[in-house]
């Protein structure tokens, strides 16, 4: 987990990450970024193709 860590950091700090979209049926996708503070703020019923798998979208709240 340190590895991943390390890497959504620097995503933030060199790219300015601060949205992502995770599938809802991955919580352990979903705690691991509200771990490094993200936050949902919006959910969708269906992914960016029209297929049955639920979004969530996070945001960077630190």
């Known amino acids: 987990m340190i590895y991943f860590n390390k890497l959504i950091d620097y995503e933030i700090e060199n790219y300015n990450v601060n949205e992502l979209a995770v599938n809802e049926q991955n919580p352990q996708a979903r705690g691991f970024h509200e771990y490094m503070g ?3 703020y919006q959910r969708n019923e269906i ?6 798998y639920p979004v969530l ?3 960077l709240e630190k």
């Open 47 to 52: 992914d960016d193709q029209g297929n049955p």
């Open 57 to 59: 979208y996070m945001r």
């Open 38 to 40: 993200f936050k949902v």
